[in-house]
């Protein structure tokens, strides 16, 4: 079945980084796009960052450009976010998302807790 489980996540001091990982399996990763999600409390989940499935050019919300950098390793079935100077704002439970195209059914994974604080 199709599983995605991310891991990496943790609590961090302001301005440190993390490490996010998705590990995949149950379906063709190299023909899907991948996304990073996330949803702090109270508020709507948002899009953090896309990496299309090949080629193209990656996505990120405007709060964290410059700073997170998503990437993915096909060979591995694994997408990746890096995540560098953190702020308090960036706390949030964030998601990994597959979906081939749009319009299509997505799967999800369990999400992983990111607590920025001092």
């Given at each position: 079945q199709v599983q995605l489980v991310e891991s990496g996540g943790?609590?961090?001091q302001p301005g440190g980084s993390l490490r996010l990982s998705c590990a995949t399996s149950g379906?063709?990763?190299g023909i899907y796009a991948m996304?990073?999600?996330r949803q702090a409390p109270g508020k709507d989940r948002e899009l953090v960052a896309r990496i299309p499935s090949a080629g193209?050019?990656?996505n990120y919300a405007d709060s964290v450009k410059g700073r997170f950098?998503?990437?993915r390793d096909n060979g591995k079935k694994t997408v990746y976010l890096q995540m560098n100077n953190l702020k308090p704002e960036d706390t949030a439970v964030y998601y990994c998302k597959a979906q081939y195209s749009s319009g299509w059914n997505a799967y999800w994974g369990q999400g992983t807790q990111v607590t920025v604080s001092s």
């Open positions: 943790g609590l961090v379906f063709t990763f996304s990073w999600y193209g050019s990656t950098t998503i990437s």
